[in-house]
């Protein structure tokens, strides 16, 4: 199985089966799992596969529901993508006859008798699993400067953000860049939350506070009660409130913090949208992302609430699509030291 993508910005698998309930669980599970795009189909016979640029075509093929052998083996000729077939016993010799003499042979998965869609759910996930790793590095190597240290990074979240800002920051080393970090929660919690987070690591936890200068090793925390907003004078970022209103049903918003660092001149930028319900810090990552910095968001699987992330997929702000873990491994690998 080959795993080069050099023809491919966005590699599309297709997957067809004419039952849809197994359409439905393949389509949830790429969506979970797959970083690349997919299409989904009834069936193949009216479609152009060679005008799709498909890198694997998956097909689930029934007894009830055939497709002519000759239709199939001609429409298969000539494709130079990777094909997976899963096929009922009873199809034993219509799969010989569509794989017989070919230069490539097709990946083959007998389904058993009983629980056919969840043999056809856990081997698609198996599969593309080995698939989906290259693809993420080659996007990561090739497409993105992961090297390049930022001035400045700036971390949103919602529910399920002060567990992911724990597991982010413990990990952090020391000479870093300056952190800047909204969480929606309650004022009273900041406090206590920036003691959580100072137990756990050698960088200054401070909360936010009004024209405050933030510094490398330091993280700062927005108060809420009044909105972050970032500043650049002579060389150094001032922190300044920006007001007491509620954007995006919230008060401090991401999309502020995000908005503002996207028109600081002459500096990288980092945003990072972690879990949370709604839609705050979206568009402020799509400004960043616009002005030429890096946007980053947390997957769904190692989200707690995939609201926040996925509004952001949506709108095309997200660079990069990864879990928790990699996004920590990111933030360390920013250390000043590391990247001197």
Same mark, same amino acid.
């Given at each position: 199985?080959?795993?080069?993508?050099?023809?491919?910005?966005?590699?599309?698998?297709?997957?067809?089966?004419?039952?849809?309930?197994?359409?439905?669980?393949?389509?949830?599970?790429?969506?979970?799992?797959?970083?690349?795009?997919?299409?989904?189909?009834?069936?193949?016979?009216?479609?152009?596969?060679?005008?799709?640029?498909?890198?694997?075509?998956?097909?689930?093929?029934?007894?009830?529901?055939?497709?002519?052998?000759?239709?199939?083996?001609?429409?298969?000729?000539? +494709?130079?993508?990777? #094909?997976?077939?899963?096929? &009922?016993?009873?199809?034993?010799? =219509? %799969?010989?006859?569509?794989? $017989? !003499?070919?230069?490539?042979?097709?990946?083959?998965?007998?389904?058993?008798?009983?629980?056919?869609?969840?043999? +056809?759910?856990?081997? #698609?996930?198996?599969?593309? &699993?080995?698939?989906?790793?290259? =693809? %993420?590095?080659?996007?990561? $190597? !090739?497409?993105?400067?992961?090297?390049?240290?930022?001035?400045?990074?700036?971390?949103?979240?919602?529910?399920?953000?002060?567990?992911?800002?724990?597991?982010?920051?413990?990990?952090?080393?020391?000479?870093?860049?300056?952190?800047?970090?909204?969480?929606?929660?309650?004022?009273?919690?900041?406090?206590?939350?920036?003691?959580?987070?100072?137990?756990?690591?050698?960088?200054?936890?401070?909360?936010?506070?009004?024209?405050?200068?933030?510094?490398?090793?330091?993280?700062?925390?927005?108060?809420?009660?009044?909105?972050?907003?970032?500043?650049?004078?002579?060389?150094?970022?001032?922190?300044?409130?920006?007001?007491?209103?509620?954007?995006?049903?919230?008060?401090?918003?991401?999309?502020?913090?995000?908005?503002?660092?996207?028109?600081?001149?002459?500096?990288?930028?980092?945003?990072?949208?972690?879990?949370?319900?709604?839609?705050?810090?979206?568009?402020?990552?799509?400004?960043?992302?616009?002005?030429?910095?890096?946007?980053?968001?947390?997957?769904?699987?190692?989200?707690?609430?995939?609201?926040?992330?996925?509004?952001?997929?949506?709108?095309?702000?997200?660079?990069?699509?990864?879990?928790?873990?990699?996004?920590?491994?990111?933030?360390?690998?920013?250390?000043?030291?590391?990247?001197?």
């Amino acid at each position: 199985m080959t795993t080069s993508f050099s023809k491919f910005d966005n590699p599309l698998i297709v997957f067809v089966s004419s039952n849809a309930l197994t359409r439905k669980l393949i389509s949830n599970l790429l969506k979970e799992k797959w970083s690349g795009q997919f299409k989904i189909f009834s069936s193949i016979e009216k479609k152009s596969l060679n005008q799709m640029n498909i890198y694997l075509l998956l097909l689930d093929l029934s007894e009830r529901f055939p497709i002519n052998h000759t239709d199939l083996k001609n429409k298969l000729a000539n +494709v130079d993508f990777e #094909v997976c077939i899963f096929y &009922e016993y009873s199809l034993e010799e =219509y %799969i010989n006859k569509i794989n $017989s !003499n070919r230069s490539r042979a097709f990946t083959l998965y007998r389904k058993p008798v009983e629980k056919q869609d969840d043999f +056809v759910k856990s081997s #698609v996930a198996k599969y593309i &699993e080995p698939i989906n790793a290259p =693809y %993420i590095s080659q996007m990561i $190597s !090739n497409e993105l400067n992961f090297k390049k240290s930022p001035h400045l990074i700036a971390i949103g979240a919602s529910t399920g953000g002060p567990d992911a800002l724990v597991k982010i920051v413990k990990n952090l080393q020391y000479d870093m860049p300056p952190i800047l970090i909204i969480v929606h929660m309650p004022p009273n919690f900041i406090k206590g939350f920036c003691k959580r987070l100072q137990s756990l690591t050698t960088l200054e936890i401070k909360p936010f506070e009004e024209n405050q200068v933030i510094e490398e090793n330091q993280i700062l925390i927005a108060s809420g009660q009044s909105h972050m907003v970032v500043d650049a004078k002579f060389g150094q970022f001032h922190i300044k409130k920006g007001g007491a209103e509620k954007v995006n049903g919230h008060c401090p918003s991401i999309d502020v913090l995000f908005d503002s660092i996207s028109k600081l001149n002459g500096v990288y930028v980092v945003g990072a949208l972690l879990t949370g319900m709604g839609k705050d810090g979206a568009k402020g990552l799509l400004k960043i992302k616009n002005s030429g910095g890096l946007t980053i968001v947390q997957d769904k699987k190692s989200s707690e609430i995939f609201g926040m992330p996925k509004a952001a997929i949506d709108i095309n702000a997200a660079q990069v699509i990864m879990n928790l873990e990699n996004i920590s491994q990111i933030m360390r690998d920013y250390s000043l030291q590391n990247n001197a």
